[in-house]
C-alpha cells in the first residue's frame, strides 16, 4: 500500500536533498510535484490543498542550523504534517461496559473478517468478547461468521433462518451475550454494494437501539474517492468514533485512507494487512508517515515478531547455527517460523531503506509461494537425510524431486545454497563479515542478490 505514492515522494525529496540552496522557486517547484503525487494517489483534493499550503507556509520561513540541510527539514515538516493529518496518536477502543461495537461498512470492505479479527485481538487482550451475526440479508455472512468463531474459539450468535428484523436479533444477542460473562459485544451488520437510504435506516435504528460505545467503519482502502463519501455518509448517519482501513497490504493507491481522518474527523484505529485472523494492527500516525516516507517501521515490525515467534525455539535455532549443527530439520522450523509472520515483503518493507533495495532484488524475492516449495522438498527428504544433506546424491535428488513435486533443478539449488550455508556458519569469519555486510543496506543487497540462485528467486 501507498508504494506508487511513496516512490513518487522519494524521488521529489531526493532532488530537493540535492539542492546546495532552497529558493522560493525550489519549494513551490516541490511542493506542486508533491501535490500531483497525492492527487494521483486518490488524496482528496481539499486535504491535498491543505497539506501543501502548510508544508509551504513552514518552508519558506525556513530557518535551520548549519548541522541541517534545508531539504531534509522540508522532508520533516512534510513528515509532521503527515502525521497530524493522520492523527498524532493512536486511539484506543472504548470498552467499558457494556462495550458494544457496532461494525459498519459496504460489502466487499472486509467487515465480517474483520469483526473476527478484532474478537480474536480482543481475546489475547485478555477479554471476553463474542460476536453477533446481523447481516440477515446475506446468508452466507452469517455461516462466514460462524465459522471465523469457531476458528478463533470465540462464541458466536447466529439468528434463525428466514429472520429479517435485525432490532430483535440484536435484543436477542445481548441477552445471550450477558449469559455467555461477554465483557465486549461486536455487532456485524449488513452492508450494500453501494450505499443505499434502505441500508442507512437500518443502521440508524440499529444504532439508535444499542447505543454503542463504538461504531467503526470497515472500509477497503482500495477504494480510491469512493471511500471518502462513503465515510462522510456513514459518519452523519450513526456518528462513527473510528475507522479501520483493509487490505492495506494490497498494491493500490491507497491515497483515500489519508483522507478519511481528515475529511470525518474519526481517528482511524486498525488496519487490515492480510488475511489471517492476526493481522489486524493497532494504527500509529507517526509510523505510517514513517513507511509512506521510506523511513521504515521497525517498531511495528518488532511486535509482530515477537508476538508470533518462539523465543525458546529461535534461541536453540541460532545456538544449533552457532555450531556449526544446524540441518535441514533445523532449516524447516526457520521456514514455519517465518510462515507465522505472514507476508515477506509486507515484513520486509518495514526496515528502513528496503523500498530501494527491493529494486536491486531478483525478481519474484519475497514470493510466499517459494517457502512452501522449499518445506516440499525438505518433507520429502528421509530422517537421515535431513539431518546428512551429504548423503543426497543422483538417485536420491531423483526421488526427492518426484516426491515433492519439484524440479531437480530446484532441489541441487536448495542443496547447493543449503551447503554453502553451513559452511559459512562454520567459519566465525565469515560469519563476521556477513553480519557486517547486513550493517549497511548495499551490502545486505549484494548478499541477497548472491542468494537468488539460477532461478533468480531466494532459496530461503
Partial sequence: MFSQ????????????????????????DAMREIRLSLLEADVEMGVAKDLIEAVQKKSLGLEVTKSIKPGEQIVKYFQDELVALLGYDNEALDLNAPGHILMVGLNGAGKTTTSAKLAHRLKKDG????????????????????????????PCY????????VKKVAKAGKKWAEQEGATVIIFDTAGRQEVDNNLL?????????????????????????????????FNETVNLTGIVLTKLDGDARGGAALSM????GCPIKYVGEGEKMDNLLAFHPSRMADRILGMGDVVTMVEQVSEKIDEKQAMKSAERMASGQFDFNDFLD??????????L???????????????????????????????????????????????????????IAAGSGRSILEVNQLLKQFGQMRKMMKSKGKMAAMMKQMGGMEGMGDMMKGLGG???????
Wanted: hydrophobic residues 40%; contains cysteine.
Fill in 5 to 28: 505514492l511513496a516512490d513518487s515522494l522519494d524521488k521529489t525529496f531526493r532532488n530537493l536533498r540535492g539542492v546546495g540552496k532552497i529558493s522560493e522557486k525550489n519549494i513551490k
Fill in 127 to 154: 477479554r471476553r468478547p463474542v460476536l453477533i451475526a446481523c447481516d440477515l440479508y446475506r446468508p452466507a455472512a452469517i455461516d462466514q461468521l460462524a465459522k471465523l468463531a469457531e476458528q478463533i474459539d470465540v
Fill in 158 to 165: 447466529t439468528p434463525d433462518a428466514g429472520e429479517t428484523d
Fill in 201 to 233: 435506516a437500518e443502521l440508524k435504528g440499529l444504532h439508535s437501539f444499542l447505543k454503542p460505545q463504538e461504531t467503526l467503519l470497515v472500509a477497503d482502502s482500495a477504494t480510491g474517492q469512493q471511500a471518502v463519501s462513503v465515510a462522510q455518509t
Fill in 261 to 264: 481522518r481528515a475529511v470525518t
Fill in 334 to 343: 526457520q521456514m514455519k517460523m517465518l510462515q507465522k509472520l505472514g507476508p
Fill in 345 to 399: 515483503e509486507g515484513l520486509m518493507g518495514m526496515l528502513p531503506g528496503m523500498k530501494n533495495l527491493k529494486k536491486q532484488l531478483p525478481q519474484g524475492a519475497f514470493d510466499d509461494s517459494r517457502l512452501k516449495h522449499l518445506e516440499a522438498i525438505i518433507l520429502s527428504m528421509t530422517p537421515k537425510e535431513r539431518i546428512k544433506p551429504e548423503l543426497i546424491k543422483g538417485s536420491r535428488r531423483k526421488r
Fill in 454 to 460: 539460477g532461478g533468480g528467486k531466494l532459496p530461503f
